[in-house]
């Protein structure tokens, strides 16, 4: 099954496009709202998977919060809906002026990732005459071995407050007069789906680290368990919506959680990828000796996915019919110079031709948000199920 879309609507439009379907995202949204109602867990959309302003728009009207890693996502979240005391900042290389930023708009929290970094913020604090709330980033050393998908909660990595380090964090900050201590977060690695696993030890991780800090003589009043939840690249029609129900049930499970003490999560990809499509048009189709090349318009500076790390992206020809679909195999490559352009290879996208639209699917999340102007290109334009209308339309050039 391909994607749900009037086709002869999209063939007018300039591409390459991000094309964004905004029912489905609505009802990835109330999907997460009901459970995060039902469980008692706040959501803070990672607005680092695509900070598109009707899409931030759209999930903050949801009322969730916002997880952000720059000044400028701690704005635009601002900017587009979010109230100031629900977006979190978070990130090992916070500047100067962020932080400034970040105080004024009167964020919920900053995720504090070392003690240099928690001395600045309480002496910027101290001069604008505020207070300003903090969660401790731990680094929770969770071994890789363990499991495949745990990639940023290890020691060797540059996130977060080692263990040997716990004790003076917490002395340095009974110095620190200008901030209010929160709670303890951390986040392991991404597109997790052995949900039931992988967060079962992330929640017991956390247990144990909350009692160490505990221990200390820090009340630890809210519980911030990161992203990571994973979806279904290989079938985004069947797997439209995220397994969030499996992810709440067993952060609820297996958390220790004392009365009045909050949990959050910061989901990115999950909320926003499967809304999205890279739409591309064959400019050409190019028959080698062993191979067939489906060359497209778009570039790996439009979806850098595939090329960084081999992501695998569905790609559904919208003009071939579904017979046809075995008929041939192409490599699906872009116009960029360079050999790691390519979306995927030996796809059966059905009988292609020149002019035919490609949609490749799930890039919702790290797409646009990660796009360059490598070779001068522009960047892709994004298209919204609902506004079809306002995109700007293909010119006719008469090569057809
Ligand atoms: C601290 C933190 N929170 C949340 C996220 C969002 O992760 P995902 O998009 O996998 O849900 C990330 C992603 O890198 C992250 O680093």
Same mark, same amino acid.
């Given at each position: 099954?391909?994607?749900?879309?009037?086709?002869?609507?999209? $063939?007018?439009?300039?591409?390459?496009?991000?094309?964004?379907?905004?029912?489905?995202?609505?009802?990835? %949204?109330?999907?997460?709202?009901?459970?995060?109602?039902?469980?008692?867990?706040?959501?803070?959309?990672?607005?680092?998977?695509?900070?598109?302003?009707?899409? &931030?728009?759209?999930?903050?009207?949801?009322?969730?919060?916002? +997880?952000?890693?720059?000044?400028?996502?701690? &704005? $635009?979240? !601002?900017?587009?809906?979010?109230?100031?005391?629900?977006?979190?900042?978070?990130?090992?290389?916070?500047?100067?002026?962020?932080?400034?930023?970040?105080?004024?708009?009167?964020?919920?929290?900053?995720?504090?990732?070392?003690?240099?970094?928690? #001395?600045?913020?309480?002496?910027?604090?101290?001069?604008?005459?505020?207070?300003?709330?903090?969660?401790?980033?731990?680094?929770?050393?969770?071994?890789?071995?363990?499991?495949?998908?745990?990639?940023?909660?290890?020691?060797?990595?540059?996130?977060?407050?080692?263990?040997?380090?716990?004790?003076?964090?917490?002395?340095?900050?009974?110095?620190?007069?200008?901030?209010?201590? $929160?709670?303890?977060?951390?986040?392991?690695?991404?597109?997790?789906? @052995?949900?039931?696993?992988?967060?079962?030890?992330?929640?017991?991780?956390?247990?144990?680290?909350?009692?160490?800090?505990? !221990?200390?003589?820090?009340?630890?009043?809210?519980?911030?368990?990161?992203?990571?939840?994973?979806?279904?690249?290989?079938?985004?029609?069947?797997?439209?919506?995220? +397994?969030? !129900?499996?992810?709440?049930?067993?952060?609820?499970?297996?958390?220790?959680?004392?009365?009045?003490?909050?949990?959050?999560?910061?989901?990115?990809?999950?909320?926003?990828?499967?809304?999205?499509?890279?739409?591309?048009?064959? &400019?050409?189709?190019?028959?080698?000796?062993? #191979?067939?090349?489906?060359?497209?318009?778009?570039?790996?500076?439009?979806?850098?996915?595939?090329?960084?790390?081999?992501?695998?992206?569905?790609?559904?020809?919208?003009?071939?019919?579904?017979?046809?679909?075995?008929?041939?195999?192409?490599?699906?490559?872009?116009?960029?110079?360079?050999?790691? @352009?390519?979306?995927?290879?030996?796809?059966?996208?059905?009988?292609?031709?020149?002019?035919?639209? %490609?949609?490749?699917?799930?890039?919702?999340?790290?797409?646009?948000?990660?796009?360059?102007?490598?070779?001068?290109?522009?960047?892709?334009?994004?298209?919204?199920? @609902?506004?079809?209308?306002?995109?700007?339309?293909?010119?006719?050039?008469?090569?057809?």
């Amino acid at each position: 099954m391909a994607l749900n879309v009037n086709i002869a609507d999209l $063939l007018t439009v300039r591409t390459p496009f991000y094309y964004y379907d905004m029912d489905l995202l609505e009802k990835t %949204l109330d999907t997460v709202k009901s459970l995060s109602e039902k469980y008692g867990i706040s959501v803070h959309y990672a607005v680092k998977a695509n900070n598109e302003k009707k899409i &931030l728009r759209k999930i903050a009207s949801y009322g969730f919060g916002a +997880d952000c890693v720059s000044g400028n996502e701690v &704005l $635009l979240c !601002a900017e587009n809906g979010f109230a100031g005391n629900k977006i979190m900042f978070a990130g090992v290389g916070k500047t100067d002026k962020e932080i400034y930023d970040a105080l004024k708009t009167g964020i919920y929290a900053f995720n504090v990732e070392s003690v240099p970094e928690m #001395k600045v913020i309480d002496r910027m604090a101290g001069h604008l005459g505020v207070k300003a709330n903090i969660q401790f980033r731990i680094n929770p050393n969770i071994d890789a071995h363990t499991h495949k998908y745990i990639t940023t909660g290890l020691e060797e990595n540059k996130f977060g407050i080692p263990h040997f380090g716990f004790a003076d964090t917490v002395s340095a900050l009974k110095d620190c007069r200008n901030l209010n201590f $929160l709670g303890i977060q951390f986040h392991v690695g991404s597109q997790i789906t @052995d949900v039931e696993n992988v967060y079962a030890l992330v929640c017991r991780r956390m247990n144990e680290i909350v009692a160490e800090f505990e !221990a200390m003589g820090v009340e630890v009043r809210s519980i911030d368990l990161g992203g990571g939840l994973g979806i279904d690249y290989g079938n985004p029609d069947e797997g439209e919506v995220a +397994d969030f !129900a499996t992810w709440m049930r067993v952060i609820s499970e297996n958390i220790r959680r004392r009365e009045g003490q909050e949990i959050h999560v910061e989901p990115g990809r999950s909320l926003v990828a499967q809304c999205g499509s890279l739409m591309t048009k064959v &400019l050409y189709v190019k028959n080698g000796e062993k #191979k067939n090349f489906a060359i497209v318009d778009a570039g790996m500076n439009d979806l850098i996915r595939p090329a960084l790390y081999q992501a695998y992206h569905r790609i559904d020809n919208l003009c071939a019919d579904e017979e046809g679909r075995s008929a041939a195999k192409y490599d699906v490559v872009g116009p960029v110079c360079e050999s790691s @352009d390519v979306f995927g290879e030996d796809r059966e996208l059905g009988l292609t031709g020149r002019g035919d639209l %490609l949609a490749i699917r799930s890039a919702g999340a790290y797409g646009a948000v990660m796009a360059s102007r490598y070779n001068a290109k522009e960047f892709a334009q994004a298209v919204f199920s @609902d506004d079809i209308d306002s995109a700007e339309k293909e010119v006719d050039w008469f090569t057809r």
